[in-house]
């Protein structure tokens, strides 16, 4: 008995118990789609010099001047002195959004009273305008840190918490009743069934949810802060510095792509390695 509520219900079964080499197919597949990601970064890259050439250089920049710039950015203290400083309420604002959203959203999945309460609150939470929550919140708060990182944290939440909710309620209520058939306790029906199922929509959530808030945050910085990458990028937008403008933000996101390559996938290559067979 306790061999079968010990296997990972929810998971099909491996059979191989290491690494096995990837067929010639798959490697076919793998080489396909690595074909038409450097194809859509070129295709990009073609698009963006053929709008450098049509309009001003003032206006929109090439992408080897933008490359130039950032060369010259990554050298200063400032680039690297306002990363960590976003990164800074990045962190805090992720933490405090996705923790908010999945106490709302479980409350809303596994109690109907909760589900018809809150209801109101996250159709208007996703209808408010983020400008309009994030200068509510500066003016009860104040325009410091803690209204900067509350701000930007409030207006994923509704987003988060919707998802949650219907990640949990999509949990396939057979094999609980399964594992109860098999007098399974709590714990191993939390880790062996209901973990397995909402695993990939935890994950999915925390990739969405950073993703929101790292925009949050640099418009929580362009609005009412005297550091940071959103700072500077208004800095530069007033000084009609379009190449710095870019060149700051495409440093941003390779920080942000390294983030989610080395994060986010090392996380989703250990909690689903059961599913490569």
């Keep these: 008995m306790s061999g079968v509520v010990d296997a990972p219900l929810a998971a099909p079964a491996t059979t ?39 309009l001003p250089p003032s ?7 933008v490359l130039a710039a950032m060369a010259a950015l990554v050298q200063t203290r400032e680039l690297w002195s306002d990363t960590a400083t976003t990164l800074g309420r990045i962190l805090m604002a992720f933490a405090l959004g996705m923790g908010a959203a999945l106490a709302l ?8 009273r909760a589900g018809a309460f809150f209801r109101v ?28 990182v509350l701000g930007a944290a409030l207006t994923v939440v509704p987003f988060l918490a919707i998802n949650i909710r219907e990640g ?6 057979r094999l609980l009743k399964m594992g109860q058939i098999f007098r399974a306790s709590r714990s191993q029906i939390a880790r062996r069934i209901v973990a397995p199922q909402i695993a990939p929509m935890l994950l999915a959530s925390a990739r969405f949810g ?7 945050v640099l418009f929580v910085e362009l609005l009412g802060r005297s550091d940071g990458v959103g700072f500077r990028i208004e800095y530069y937008f007033q000084l009609f510095d379009m190449t710095n403008v870019l060149a700051y933000a495409l440093c941003f996101v390779v920080v942000m792509l390294a983030i989610e390559v080395g994060v ?6 250990r909690i689903f390695r059961w599913r490569r067979g």
């Design 16 to 54: 191989t118990t290491g690494t096995a080499p990837a067929s010639p197919a798959r490697r076919w597949r793998a080489s396909l789609e690595t074909r038409w990601t450097l194809a859509s970064v070129a295709a990009l890259i073609g698009l963006w010099s053929i709008a450098a050439l049509v």
């Design 105 to 112: 959203g479980t409350a809303m999945a596994v109690s109907r």
């Design 264 to 269: 986010f996938g090392v996380l989703e290559r």
């Design 59 to 65: 206006v929109f920049p090439s992408p080897l001047r």
């Design 168 to 173: 949990i309620k999509s949990i396939d209520t």
């Design 121 to 148: 609150w996250i159709v208007c939470g996703i209808t408010l305008p983020a400008i309009v929550t994030i200068l509510t919140v500066y003016m009860v708060v104040g325009m410091n840190e803690r209204g900067g």
């Design 210 to 216: 950073l993703g929101l808030v790292w925009k949050m």
